[in-house]
């Protein structure tokens, strides 16, 4: 079989990933005329039907949705070997999101070392509680906390996570805290929206691993919000169990403290995902490497 000319597949996966011919045709520097054109020619060329144009936009037929890996992995060898040649374009802009307490308590503060290395990259970064659209060009990298499950697209472990008691120092001088059993005189401080498949972030789990009675629940502060809960525990409220990439800041100014040597591996870990071809673009490339260095230099224990 000929192949169709590799503008018309370049064309095809713009349009599938960005999810219309406007938008493709922005990317590609084309009019959607243009692009509208390309894709016929290469459903005529291919003997299938490859968007079922909708009154408010377009839908991949099964036989794209099928194909659509198969380009975007393509075009990523061919973007791969260009780069090779000749480094790719570095300078850009490039969009960026994570949960809003990683991106607070842990990236934001290391941003400084990223954007003095590359001042030519115009990073964006924001937090959304609906994770954004990938393959539709919402963002470049998408930093999540989970089990790291995420079908057709391309997803890195960035680092596992640690988690145990946290509590301020000041907490600890009115009142002895040496074994879990001491927690009865504390008030414990809980994130209420942690997932049932993340067990090691409740009281319970751990208060039950120890042998220890929970307290009647008049006795914990909830929060929401991990970010509510870490300033929670530096404001003195109560002990809370914090993960270190959230608390690692507060530990090493010592706003924070350990009460027991206790720890635990998190259920859950960090990953960082883009779409197959876009993992292989020379900014996001460099973001990521940057990214796992950082992570490199996590400390695991305290």
Same mark, same amino acid.
Request: net charge positive; glycine share 20%.
């Given at each position: 079989m000929r192949l169709p000319p590799l503008n018309a597949f370049r064309t095809f996966e713009a349009a599938a990933r960005l999810g219309g011919f406007a938008a493709a045709a922005e990317e590609l520097l084309v009019t959607p005329a243009a692009v509208s054109q390309q894709i016929k020619t290469l459903e005529g060329q291919l003997g299938v039907a490859l968007f079922r144009r909708l009154p408010r936009g377009l839908e991949l037929t099964a036989a794209a949705k099928e194909l659509l890996p198969q380009v975007s992995a393509g075009l990523a060898h061919f973007e791969r070997g260009i780069g090779r040649l000749g480094g790719g374009e570095l300078a850009g802009p490039l969009v960026v999101t994570a949960p809003p307490s990683l991106a607070s308590l842990w990236l934001v503060p290391r941003l400084g070392s990223f954007a003095d290395q590359y001042p030519d990259i115009q990073l964006q970064v924001g937090s959304r509680e609906v994770p954004p659209d990938l393959n539709a060009g919402e963002a470049d990298i998408r930093i999540t +906390?989970? =089990?790291?499950? +995420?079908?057709?697209?391309?997803?890195?472990q960035i680092m596992p996570d640690m988690i145990f008691p946290v509590c301020a120092p000041s907490l600890l001088n009115r009142q002895p805290l040496r074994r879990f059993a001491d927690l009865r005189n504390f008030r414990l401080l809980e994130d209420v929206r942690i997932d049932a498949a993340e067990p090691g972030m409740t009281w319970a789990r751990w208060l039950r691993d120890e042998g220890v009675e929970p307290p009647p629940r008049t006795g914990f502060l909830e929060f929401t919000n991990s970010i509510l809960l870490i300033q929670a525990a530096v404001a003195g409220l109560g002990v809370g169990l914090g993960? =270190?990439?959230l608390a690692w800041e507060h530990l090493d100014r010592g706003t924070l403290v350990r009460p027991f040597a206790a720890e635990r591996v998190a259920d859950y870990a960090y990953y960082a995902v883009t779409t197959e071809a876009g993992a292989e673009r020379r900014r996001v490339r460099v973001f990521l490497e940057w990214l796992f260095a950082e992570a490199g230099k996590e400390p695991r224990r305290g």
């Open positions: +906390y989970g =089990m790291g499950n +995420y079908p057709g697209l391309k997803v890195q993960r =270190m990439s």
